[in-house]
């Protein structure tokens, strides 16, 4: 499969992922690390595919956060329990 294609899937299921509270991190990274570095191995190589990776993964976290706070807590500004 095309490495954007599958960048973008796995970033749409990371933002998923990411707006669930219950669900940690860790799984929304291996998930990137295990098959991002499969399909990138073969356009860059290993190494850069794991740089490549990491790169997506901080991108994806810094999203879900800037999402998280412009949804959730930009609508909930005015409200202090």
Same mark, same amino acid.
């Given at each position: 499969?095309?490495?954007?294609?599958?960048? $973008?899937?796995?970033?749409?299921?990371?933002?998923?992922?990411?707006?669930?509270?219950?669900?940690? $991190?860790?799984?929304?990274?291996?998930? *990137? *690390?295990?098959?991002?570095?499969?399909? $990138?191995?073969?356009?860059? $190589?290993?190494?850069?595919?794991?740089?490549?990776?990491?790169?997506?993964?901080?991108?994806?976290?810094?999203?879900?956060?800037?999402?998280?706070?412009?949804?959730?807590?930009?609508?909930?500004?005015?409200?202090?329990?």
């Amino acid at each position: 499969m095309n490495l954007v294609a599958v960048t $973008g899937i796995v970033i749409f299921v990371g933002m998923i992922l990411f707006m669930l509270p219950p669900i940690p $991190g860790l799984p929304i990274y291996l998930k *990137g *690390g295990i098959v991002l570095v499969s399909v $990138g191995r073969d356009a860059f $190589g290993l190494w850069r595919s794991i740089i490549y990776t990491c790169i997506i993964s901080l991108l994806l976290k810094l999203l879900a956060c800037a999402v998280q706070q412009k949804l959730i807590g930009e609508n909930l500004r005015g409200s202090v329990a």
